[in-house]
Every structure is written in C-alpha cells, then in structure tokens.
C-alpha cells in the first residue's frame, strides 16, 4: 500500500548559484557524505546536487512533514542499489517518521526516480507499506 508520494522540480540554476556563492557551506548542511561524493565527482555537478535536493523535498513532501518536526537535510540522502537504481537512505528524524507511517507488521519501501533536463531537475519518491509476510 502506498503510504506516502511527493515530488518536486528545481531550476539546476539556482543549485549552482547557491554553489558558487555559499560552496560547502551549503553542500555539508545539506547534502550526506555519499551524495557530495558523488556529486563532486560528476562533470555536471550543479544538475547532480539538484537532482538530490529535488528528492530530499520530494521525500519531506511524502513523508508528510516537509522540513520539520524532526526532518532536516541530512537525515534524506540519495543512494544507490547495487544495479544503480537510485533510492533515499533516511536517518534520525525521517528514519522516525518513515517508520510512523509504516504501520505494524509492514517494512517501508521508496521508490525514487530523478532526472534532468537543463535547467530542470525533477523527482518523484513514493513510500510503500509492504507486508512483511510478502518479503520472505
């Protein structure tokens, strides 16, 4: 059962303004250790930091919190499966609240996608409840 979707769309211009202008100052509050490197790594940086901050909101969005009560940057991060499917690694406060949704006897699942099309950045996250019989 799905329990939670969000999305959001962010102009990759404003990335890199924000990059330039407050450089890790910006990229170590918002941005887990994963995402930085591998953001610093790509030749498109601003288009890779945009599309993570795109799911850190899309995810806030389907968690049903925004950024509060308890939710901040950090505890959202992009990370990728083994065959490269991207999906949200959620600590601390989303840990929390993913959970809340849950309810019991269920395991929590995002799904994300994200791309870009300059200057674009767009995610969709969606959160489902699955049983836990359905899992073994």
């Not at 990335?15 to 250790?33: A, L, M, N």
């Not at 945009?50 to 939710?71: D, I, N, P, Q």
């Not at 840990?95 to 767009?122: M, N, S, Y």
Request: charge should be positive; charged fraction near 30%; include cysteine.
């Amino acid at each position: 059962m799905i329990v939670g979707i969000g999305s959001d769309l962010i102009d990759i211009r404003r990335i890199d303004r924000t990059i330039e202008r407050h450089g890790e100052r910006f990229t170590k509050r918002v941005f887990t250790d994963i995402e930085q490197a591998k953001s610093d790594r790509r030749k498109l940086r601003a288009a890779s930091y945009a599309k993570r901050f795109a799911a850190k909101e899309a995810c806030a969005k389907a968690l049903g919190t925004g950024l509060s009560r308890g939710v901040f940057w950090r505890d959202m991060g992009v990370v990728n499966l083994p065959g490269g499917k991207p999906t949200m690694h959620l600590t601390n406060g989303a840990e929390k609240r993913l959970l809340a949704l849950v309810p019991d006897g269920h395991r929590p699942i995002i799904h994300l996608t994200i791309t870009d099309d300059f200057p674009l950045a767009q995610a969709f996250v969606i959160i489902e409840a699955v049983p836990e019989s359905s899992l073994a």
